[in-house]
T-cell receptor, first 111, second 113 residues
């Protein structure tokens, strides 16, 4: 998905917060998603946010959406080694059923 | 609840052979998606079905790829003949109409020698 962009890599220390960023281009996006993919596994839905929301919090996860800038972020508080994975953001555009995925951000948590 | 089920989990075959990947969506979901994931191209949508009908197959690479959904609980993705460049992880996902959140299966790792 060239229209959904993410940084490829992020490294953080265990216990610190991680912030994974994503930008998208389609203003008709209705839902935005964060998926997590651990090595050798499928994509696991972490959370999603409606386009009319600015923020959503779920335990250690905080999603921030800036519709004006078409910017989505995922903050992971107190990052643990088990959070090491690839994180994909995805958007659902208008009435489309399919999702457009970013290239994924490889999060590495250092001890 | 069982999630999306895919089989086989791993497939190794020789160039020219036919490969069939299978998917059972979550019961009650009416949309089914096939994706391919490679290092070079990332996650690509190949085709998706709604109520067993193919809606968008523009992501299918070429005529060697075909997908069917004969009923609400089963879909296949077939590659014939297979080529080494088809080596990838193939994911199936399903969603329920309301909300459209997609749930992914564990994937099939295909290696074509």
């Amino acid at each position: 998905g060239e229209d959904v962009e993410q940084s490829l890599f992020l490294s953080v220390r265990e216990g610190d917060s991680s912030v994974i960023n994503c930008t998208y281009t389609d203003s008709s996006s209705t839902y935005l998603y964060w998926y997590k993919q651990e090595p050798g596994a499928g994509l696991q839905l972490l959370t999603y946010i409606f386009s009319n929301m600015d923020m959503k919090q779920d335990q250690r996860l905080t999603v921030l959406l800036n519709k004006k800038d078409k910017h989505l972020s995922l903050r992971i508080a107190d990052t643990q080694t088990g959070d090491s994975a690839i994180y994909f953001c995805a958007e659902k555009r208008g009435s489309a059923r399919q999702l457009t995925f970013g290239s994924g951000t490889q999060l590495t948590v250092l001890p | 609840d069982a999630g999306v089920i895919q089989s086989p989990r791993h497939e190794v075959t020789e160039m020219g052979q036919e490969v069939t990947l299978r998917c059972k969506p979550i019961s009650g979901h009416n949309s089914l998606f096939w994706y391919r994931q490679t290092m070079m191209r990332g996650l690509e949508l190949l085709i998706y079905f709604n109520n067993n009908v193919p809606i968008d197959d523009s992501g299918m690479p070429e005529d060697r790829f075909s997908a069917k959904m004969p009923n609400a609980s089963f879909s296949t993705l077939k590659i014939q003949p297979s080529e080494p460049r088809d080596s990838a992880v193939y994911f199936c996902a399903s969603s329920f109409e309301v909300g459209e959140t997609q749930y992914f299966g564990p994937g099939t790792r295909l290696l074509v020698l």
